[in-house]
């Protein structure tokens, strides 16, 4: 009988104790594809290396998914800082009433004077919505801006991680 040719795995193109913070796996870089195909069928590689591929494409696709959300979500914080900031201004100038238009419906306004006060509602999400006072909401907005802006620098690392994995994953199609 034949012997019986083993399996890739992929643990066998991936290298060990190296990865990002996101735990990408890091792709290893086939020197020598004769050597590393062995007795093993050039097809049973290649459906590795594709598994390989297609799960790097989907951590591609989840970061950026991911990095959309944050980008969506960004200019909400800090539009919400700016106001937040403009009602500590106001408070702290003894500024007047100030005139104001809320919007009732579609095309539907209806005109109010506000006095300056020191409490702000937020929306935090799933239909919750928590007041705060101004300079709680002040210092929530500015640590949920800098968490942001963290995320998004620590995703933007990953990302191009992930691409530098996926080029020399595909460079080693063109060898089998």
């Given at each position: 009988?034949?012997?019986?040719?083993?399996?890739?795995?992929?643990?066998?193109?991936?290298?060990?104790?190296?990865?990002?913070?996101?735990?990408?796996?890091?792709?290893?870089?086939?020197?020598?594809?004769?050597?590393?195909?062995?007795?093993?069928?050039?097809?049973?590689?290649?459906?590795?290396?594709?598994?390989?591929?297609?799960?790097?494409?989907?951590?591609?696709?989840?970061?950026?998914?991911?990095?959309?959300?944050?980008?969506?979500?960004?200019?909400?914080?800090?539009?919400?800082?700016?106001?937040?900031?403009?009602?500590?201004?106001?408070?702290?100038?003894?500024?007047?009433?100030?005139?104001?238009?809320?919007?009732?419906?579609?095309?539907?306004?209806?005109?109010?004077?506000?006095?300056?006060?020191n409490a702000v509602c937020l929306w935090l999400g799933a239909n919750v919505m928590l007041e705060y006072t101004l300079d709680e909401a002040k210092t929530l907005l500015e640590k949920n801006e800098?968490?942001?802006?963290?995320?998004?620098?620590?995703?933007?690392?990953?990302?191009?991680?992930?691409?530098?994995?996926?080029?020399?994953?595909?460079?080693?199609?063109?060898?089998?």
């Amino acid at each position: 009988w034949p012997q019986a040719m083993a399996a890739v795995s992929l643990e066998e193109l991936i290298e060990k104790d190296t990865a990002s913070e996101r735990h990408i796996p890091a792709a290893v870089f086939i020197e020598r594809v004769e050597e590393f195909i062995g007795q093993r069928k050039a097809t049973d590689v290649l459906t590795a290396l594709q598994e390989l591929y297609q799960k790097y494409q989907l951590m591609q696709a989840s970061m950026g998914q991911q990095k959309g959300a944050l980008l969506g979500k960004l200019p909400d914080i800090v539009s919400c800082l700016s106001i937040v900031n403009h009602q500590i201004r106001q408070r702290d100038n003894n500024a007047p009433d100030q005139d104001v238009r809320f919007q009732l419906a579609d095309q539907v306004y209806a005109k109010a004077k506000v006095p300056p006060g020191n409490a702000v509602c937020l929306w935090l999400g799933a239909n919750v919505m928590l007041e705060y006072t101004l300079d709680e909401a002040k210092t929530l907005l500015e640590k949920n801006e800098k968490n942001a802006n963290l995320s998004l620098a620590s995703l933007e690392e990953d990302m191009a991680f992930l691409r530098d994995q996926i080029t020399t994953h595909y460079r080693e199609f063109f060898f089998f």
